[in-house]
């Protein structure tokens, strides 16, 4: 049987709810075992493809940087390629 958007809807709020079917099932006014039968089919409907593009920014690794430490132990790590006048 095919899933309607009224039994997609109610399993997906169950799901959320994080109650049991039966419980779900009493406090919605529905028949269990009808519940049962569409979750049945819900659950063999293809998955939708969940893939996304995440826009990410790539920096070339530091290798060599500038350690400045304090007596005190603060530490404070440069990369080499800062230039000096920052510095001053």
């Not at 109610?10 to 419980?23: D, K, P, T, V, Y």
């Not at 293809?46 to 430490?69: G, H, M, N, R, Y």
């Amino acid at each position: 049987m095919a899933i309607t958007a009224k039994w997609r809807q109610h399993i997906e709020a169950w799901q959320r709810s994080g109650l049991s079917q039966a419980a779900y099932c009493a406090a919605q006014q529905l028949n269990v075992r009808t519940f049962t039968a569409r979750l049945s089919d819900y659950r063999k409907l293809p998955k939708q493809d969940s893939t996304a593009l995440i826009p990410v920014q790539i920096q070339p690794a530091v290798t060599e940087v500038i350690v400045f430490t304090h007596a005190q132990g603060h530490r404070l790590e440069l990369p080499a390629s800062m230039p000096a006048s920052w510095l001053a």
